[in-house]
């Protein structure tokens, strides 16, 4: 395991709430980042990390925002769900680049916007 | 822009051969990758290319041509466990990995 883990694992929500959710890694690496999966969309990237403070937006940033106050956490918040948002939401962490530029996934977290 | 496609869905036999192909357009390339992704899991590593050629990695190969933008994953001996979906994915440069919308391989009995 890459040591990192996402919370909460299930959520549902009802429109125009607030969400919050947490990544965590265990693994010291620079790289963080946020993306969606949907069907017939696949992966797409949120938002990403590339250092404490440092992020940066992806292809489908609309929506959220995210902080990184620490190495080892990344949060994405809906600042107010829609039902559009409803989705599957995998963090992934990555040491650098060449070799080590694959990223390792989260769990992933389950989230239902009603 | 972007682009990465490969097949929707594929269905092969147990104990055959399958290959999924990827093609891609991006605006850099530092290195391709495939990763299988279980109904309800998460996503996980497969295999890296970032020169032209073949990487073997047991039961799995995946080919590599820049010129072409084109990849290919090699599945040889399918098992049940096969069963997934197979990712394709490219690094533009080095913060980013843009995803493919993954092919669904189905292994029959």
């Known amino acids: 395991d890459a040591g990192i883990t996402q919370s909460p694992r299930h959520k549902v929500t009802e429109t125009g709430t607030p969400v919050t959710l947490r990544c965590h890694q265990t693994e010291n690496h620079r790289y963080m980042y946020w993306y969606r999966q949907d069907p017939g969309h696949g992966l797409r990237l949120i938002h990403y990390s590339y250092g404490v403070k440092d992020t940066d937006k992806g292809e489908v940033s609309d929506g959220y925002s995210v902080s990184r106050s620490k190495t080892e956490d990344f949060l994405l918040t809906l600042e107010s769900a829609t039902s559009s948002q409803t989705s599957v939401y995998f963090c992934?962490?990555?040491?650098?680049?060449?070799?080590?530029?694959?990223?390792?996934f989260g769990p992933g977290t389950r989230l239902t916007v009603l | 822009g972007q682009n990465i496609d490969q097949p929707t869905e594929m269905t092969a036999t147990e104990g055959a051969i399958v290959q999924i192909n990827c093609t891609y357009q991006t605006s850099g390339f530092n290195g391709l990758f495939w990763y299988q992704q279980h109904a309800g899991e998460a996503p996980t590593f497969l295999s890296y290319n970032v020169l032209d050629g073949l990487e073997e990695k047991g039961r799995f190969s995946s080919f590599l041509s820049r010129s072409k933008g084109y990849s290919y994953l090699l599945l040889k001996e399918l098992q049940m466990k096969d069963s997934a979906s197979y990712l394709c994915a490219v690094s533009p440069r080095d913060d980013k990995i843009i995803f493919g919308k993954g092919t669904r391989l189905h292994i029959l009995p």
């Open positions: 992934a962490i990555k040491a650098g680049t060449g070799r080590d530029n694959e990223q390792f």
